[in-house]
Nanobody, 124 residues
């Protein structure tokens, strides 16, 4: 299984970015898909997750109301729409997949597959 993120970049505070993650090698429709991030010198932290059919989502308190996770099983993809970005959102963002697809976990160690990450930098 390979997960490939894209969409990162440099944006000013208050701006928006949309991250994408496309999977190959396996159909991910039975997996929870999630986003994590890691800032320099910090642990990898949970950002958001979505169940196998998109019926339920879960967000970290720090991004609730600003970020939206969605998925398209036909494209084997998950997305993260990030609005009202803040400098503290600066990090490498990773997508991840976990089985089974109906239990959303927030611990990185629980996830089975990971992408290589995409850098998001928010300037003040």
């Amino acid at each position: 299984v390979q997960l490939v993120e894209s969409g990162g970049g440099l944006v000013q505070a208050g701006g928006s970015l949309r991250l994408s993650c496309v999977a190959s090698g396996r159909q991910m429709s039975s997996y929870v898909l999630g986003w994590f991030r890691q800032a320099p010198g910090k642990d990898r932290e949970f950002v958001a997750a979505i169940t196998w059919n998109g019926g339920r989502t879960l967000y970290a308190d720090s991004v609730k109301g600003r970020f939206t996770i969605s998925r398209d099983n036909a494209k084997n993809a998950v997305y993260l729409q990030m609005n009202s970005l803040k400098p503290e959102d600066t990090a490498v963002y990773y997508c991840a997949a976990d089985f089974p697809g109906h239990i959303m976990l927030t611990e990185a160690a629980e996830y089975d597959y990971w992408g290589q990450g995409t850098q998001v930098t928010v300037s003040s």
